[in-house]
C-alpha cells in the first residue's frame, strides 16, 4: 500500500513538473527561434527576396515550426521519461522483482525487433524521398526565362 501511494504522489508530482517544464520551454523556444528567423531574415539582401517566391519562404518559415515541435515535444518527453526511469525501475523491483524481469525481456525483443526492421524502413524512406527531392530540385531552381 505504501508503494502505491508512494507511486501515486510521485506521478502526481512528475505529471504537474512536466506540464510545467513544457509550457517554460516551449516560450523560450518559441521566442528565440522567432527572434533568429526573423532576424536572419533581416539580414538577407533584397537580390534574395527577389529571386525567391513567397511559397518557399512561407515552406521555410513553417519548418521552424516542425523544430520547434521536436525540440520540445519528442526530445523534451524522452529526456525527462529517461530522468524518471531509475526511479521508477527501483519501485518496480521493489514491487516485483519477477514483473521487472519480465519488463525487461521485453524491453529487449522490442529493441531487438525494432534493431532488425530500421535498415528495411530506412531503404523505403530513401525510395520516397528520392522523387520528392529531385521535384524540389526542379521547382525550386529560378527561371531566368522572364528576366530582363
Do not use: N
Not at 28 to 35: E, Y
Not at 126 to 131: A, M, S, V
Amino acid at each position: 500500500m505504501l508503494i502505491f501511494a508512494t507511486l501515486t504522489i510521485f506521478d502526481s508530482l512528475f505529471s504537474y513538473t512536466r506540464q510545467y517544464l513544457m509550457i517554460f520551454i516551449t516560450s523560450k523556444i518559441d521566442g528565440r527561434l522567432a527572434s533568429r528567423t526573423f532576424q536572419h531574415l533581416l539580414s538577407l539582401p533584397m537580390m534574395f527576396f527577389e529571386g525567391t517566391t513567397a511559397g518557399i519562404l512561407t515552406r521555410h518559415m513553417q519548418q521552424t515550426d516542425t523544430i520547434r515541435q521536436f525540440l520540445t515535444g519528442r526530445l523534451f518527453q524522452t529526456t525527462l521519461d529517461a530522468m524518471a526511469l531509475p526511479f521508477m525501475l527501483v519501485m518496480l523491483v521493489l514491487y516485483s522483482p519477477m514483473l521487472t524481469i519480465l519488463v525487461f525481456a521485453f524491453s529487449v525483443a522490442i529493441a531487438g525487433i525494432i534493431g532488425i526492421m530500421l535498415p528495411t524502413f530506412r531503404r523505403r524512406l530513401e525510395q520516397l524521398y528520392r522523387p520528392r527531392a529531385a521535384a524540389r530540385r526542379i521547382w525550386s531552381k529560378p527561371s531566368t526565362a522572364c528576366a530582363p
